[in-house]
Nanobody
Framework: VQLQASGGGLAQPGGSLRLSCAAS????????ISWFRQAPGKEREGVSC????????NYADSVKGRFTISRENAKNTVYLQLNSLKSEDTALYYC????????????????????WGKGTLVTVSS
């Protein structure tokens, strides 16, 4: 699976961005798709996930209520809407896929994912 993430950029605190992840698959139905991020000097963090078959979603506590993940199966694309951005959201954001269906904390574990995009940089600064 090839993944292309886009949509990163510079935003002010309190601002918004929308990230996109386009997947080169016949259908998202058979995958769990997640967003991860890594800030300089920090470990990679699972941000959010969505299951392609039923739309189940999960979020890290740090972004719950501010970020929204969605999918558009017809375009094999997953989106991550970032609202109420904070400086601590600054990071390189990656999307990744895992065959099958995961939930809870499992869908935010990077070790389960076997295809990764190159990442898109989000910088939150005034």
């Amino acid at each position: 699976v090839q993944l292309q993430a886009s949509g990163g950029g510079l935003a002010q605190p309190g601002g918004s961005l929308r990230l996109s992840c386009a997947a080169s698959v016949a259908s998202l139905d058979h995958y769990t798709i997640s967003w991860f991020r890594q800030a300089p000097g920090k470990e990679r963090e699972g941000v959010s996930c969505i299951r392609g078959n039923d739309g189940y979603t999960n979020y890290a506590d740090s972004v719950k209520g501010r970020f929204t993940i969605s999918r558009e199966n017809a375009k094999n694309t997953v989106y991550l809407q970032l609202n109420s951005l904070k400086s601590e959201d600054t990071a390189l954001y990656y999307c990744a896929t895992a065959p099958g269906y995961y939930s809870g904390s499992y869908c935010l574990l990077g070790t389960l994912f076997d295809s990764w995009g190159k990442g898109t940089l989000v910088t939150v600064s005034s």
